[in-house]
Structures are given as structure tokens and as C-alpha cells.
């Protein structure tokens, strides 16, 4: 397995113990991601009496959760675009959710004394393309039209930022959208939880789930927790529901990350306020810096397997880092002879609408939450509380709305899956290289608020 930057930076830790007989429990959380830990997090400060256990694969926070770009942002829809085309009536409040959200993020850090790194710089996301610049200027009308701080920036604006020669322009947003070292983020909710007396066991996957008269039975290799309520957070790994399979593509997306930038090197490129960044192309970079002036660059390729197979064999991807460190030089010329010290991968829990579905099974003793989609940072906070009171029947406005009664169009099944997901994303590729026209095979699929995305 390739360690990502965040989990190589982490302090060491002694692993929770795998579970080791039968207990009993009130909640059993399933996957100790963002989702599983918030989970843990929101249901000690309903009830601190509540009795939880929390059942993890591997090590809390090595999943998604200890991999992805740090990019903390608040739109619980893949941005406003997406969330306008498929949830229109219901994008202001859903907007305003994912405000609340971040907002009651930053402070559930400060309150659990969480140390994640949190900037809040804003992000950039900038023009490579001529026709992309009317692009960022229709996403700039939108994103001013829910009441964000957007800054549109021309050719040497967006250079004084950020010295590339590939900008033809820029759109700095400053309203709900930061940076955090996504270990310590983890690293941080799982000391919580811990504190909290929420009883966590690492690497003890769960089985099988089996319903019982008062609850569920969740097994492990050795042993077995009986569960009245049980929260599944599994991501993109094999669901233990057939129904989520379904609905859920485990996309690998790479990251790169530098050795840090000597002073040479940070005067040569700038970047002063910090800004998280990304193209605003269908194949799209996003890249940060660290808190030691690394740069961590990832995204573009996002690769489909047969199956959607997961697991450490798939960390490593040369033709995708070779890729990825091409377009890195191409972008920053002036950095030319900086080293990567690290790569990695991870699987994204891509669904069709690209935004986070929600669940309940086995007679309503069980409920998920999952399909972020690879803008799960900060969303995964909003689904854990939503499972939650799904799981525990409580109304809220959040329960009410249809992005959490309604699931995703269900991917078909192989061979006709893989075929559907190499078609778009080669159209996507072709749009991109093609002036962004979207041919008859994308429009079909927009107009039936289908997608393919990272
Ligand atoms: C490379 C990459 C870059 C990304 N960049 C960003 C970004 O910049 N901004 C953003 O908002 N989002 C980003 N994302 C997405 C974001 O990381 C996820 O949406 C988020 O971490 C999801 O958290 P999670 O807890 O649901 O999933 P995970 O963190 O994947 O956690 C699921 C956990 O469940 C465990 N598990 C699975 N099955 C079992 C089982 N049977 N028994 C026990 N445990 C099990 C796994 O081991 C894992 O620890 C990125 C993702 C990737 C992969």
C-alpha cells in the first residue's frame, strides 16, 4: 500500500484492538472514514450514554478519509451546478445546509480541540482554455447569486496569485470553502470519539450483517457485535448491502505530493494567499500547498475497473502519476527539478448524481449514508448526522428533503457498466478537446441527470 502524504505526516498511534468475541451494543457503526467518526461524534452529544461501537477495516481514516486533497468546501451537491440541475427546488435551502454545515465544522473543531490545519483561503479555480474563461464567468453569476464572495480575475491577476503560464484567467471564491490536512482531520475525530467511550476496533471488517429479533447481528472474523441500531459508512468499498452496489462505482482518482518548495522556488511561483486550486475542465487538476510548502497534486485520470475492484494492488498507477507529473511541469515550468515524494490513490464512491444518497435496511435497523462522489470533506459531516436520525426515526429539515428520499439512477450491471463509464468518460475527454461541446451521447445523458464525475 502507498502511504499518502497526510497518513506518512500523522504522529504514531497504536492501533484500537480488532474485535475478539461477542459484545453487545446499542449503535454499531460500520467504517471509521469522516462519515463513521461523525457519526460516533454526533450521536455522543445527543446521548454521551449511548453505548457505540465503532468496527473498522484497516486503521480509522486510511480510507478516502486519509488520502484526498484536503479541499474543505460547502456545497453538499458537487457545487451549486450540479445541485441546480438536479434538486431546482430545492438548492437554496440545501446551499444554506451546506453553509450551516461548514460553519459547524470549523467550530466542532475548535470545540473537540482538533488541530486539522484549517485555512480558510478560499479556492481558485482557474482558465486553461479561451472558452473557458465565459465558463468561469457563468459559474461566478451563480455562485454570486447564493451569496458567495466571488472574485473573477483576468490573465495577469490570476498570475500575480499564482505564477503559471497556462492561466488565461481565475475565480477566487472566499465564502465556504478551506483547506485541512486531511489526516490530522481524521486522526483527530477518532482520538474524539475514543474520548467520547466510543469502543472503536481496527482491523476487524465486518462480515456479514444478520437481523435478529432485537436488532442486527454484525460479524467480523473474530467475533461479533449485537447491534439494536447499526450505520453503514463504507464508502467505496464492497457494500454489505447488495442494494448499495448498485448505486455505487469506486473510481480511483492519483495524487502526487512534492518535496517541500526551497525559497527559490516560492518566489518563483507565488501563491501567497494559499488558495486551494482546480481547472475548471471536465478532466480537471485540483492542487494546495501544505503547511511545509509542498505542493499535493492530484486528479484528471479517474479510473474505472471491470467489477470496481478496491484495495491496496490498486494504490499504485504509473501511466497516471507519469501523467500527472507531466501536466505538473507543463503548468509550473519554473519548479522544473522538484521531486515528488509521495503518490497515492484512492477509491471514490461515485454515484450517478454525484452527491451524497442516503438509506435504510433490514426493517429500519440499519441506514447509510455514501456517494460524496469526491467532495466528501465537509459533506460527510452533513450525511453522518442525516444517517443518524434517519436510523434513530427523527425529523429534521434536512430528513425531509428529496436529495435524502431519493436515491441515484442505479448504475447497470457489468459488462454494461464498464462499458457506459468508458463511453463518458472518453466524451467527457472529447468535450474537453473539442471546444467543451457536449455531443449526443453526454446530452442524452444530462437530460436523463445522469453523469459520470470524480
Ligand atoms: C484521491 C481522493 C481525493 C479526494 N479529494 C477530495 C477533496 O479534496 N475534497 C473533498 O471534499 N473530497 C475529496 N475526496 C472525497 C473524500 O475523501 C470522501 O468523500 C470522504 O473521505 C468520504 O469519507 P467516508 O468516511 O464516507 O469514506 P472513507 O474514508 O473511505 O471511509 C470508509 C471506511 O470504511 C471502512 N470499511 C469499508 N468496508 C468495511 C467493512 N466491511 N468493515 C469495516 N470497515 C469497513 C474502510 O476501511 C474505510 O476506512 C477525495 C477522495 C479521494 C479518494
Known sequence: MRRSFWIDTLPARDPHAPLDGALDADLCIVGGGYTGLWAAAYAKSLDPDRDIVLLEATRCGTGASGRNGGFLQSSLTHGIGNGLSRFPDEIEQLERLGLENFRALAGDLERLAIDAEFEPTGDLIVALEPRELADLEEEAELLRRFGHDAELLDREQVRAEVNSPMYLGGLWTRTGSALVHAGKLGDGLRAAAAGDGVRIHEYSPVRALRRTAAGVSVVTDGGVVDARRVLLATSAYPPLLRAIGRYIAPVYDYVLATEPLGERMREAIGWA????????????????????????????????????????????????????????????????????????????????????????????????????????????????????????????????????????????????????????????????????????WLRTLDRMGLGFDS
Open 273 to 440: 494567499g494559499r488558495q486551494g486550486i482546480s481547472d475548471i475542465g471536465n478532466q480537471f487538476h485540483y492542487y494546495r500547498l501544505t503547511a511545509d510548502w509542498r505542493i499535493v497534486w492530484g486528479g484528471y485520470d479517474a479510473v474505472y475497473r471491470y467489477g470496481g475492484p478496491v484495495g491496496p494492488q490498486l494504490d499504485d498507477h504509473e501511466p497516471t502519476f507519469a501523467t500527472l507529473s507531466q501536466h505538473f511541469f507543463a503548468t509550473f515550468p519554473q519548479l522544473e527539478g522538484l521531486r515528488f515524494s509521495h503518490r497515492w490513490g484512492g477509491a471514490i464512491d461515485t454515484c450517478s448524481r454525484f452527491s451524497v444518497f442516503f438509506g435504510t435496511a433490514l426493517g429500519g435497523r440499519v441506514a447509510y449514508a455514501l456517494g460524496y462522489t469526491g467532495l466528501g470533506v465537509g459533506a460527510s459531516r452533513f450525511g453522518a448526522r442525516v444517517a443518524l436520525d434517519l436510523l434513530d426515526g427523527r425529523e429534521s429539515e434536512a430528513t425531509a428533503l428529496t436529495i435524502v428520499r431519493r436515491r441515484p439512477v442505479p448504475f447497470p450491471p457489468e459488462p454494461l457498466r464498464t462499458g457506459v463509464i468508458q463511453l463518458t468518460r472518453n466524451r467527457l475527454a472529447a468535450a474537453d478537446r473539442n471546444d467543451g461541446r457536449r455531443g449526443i
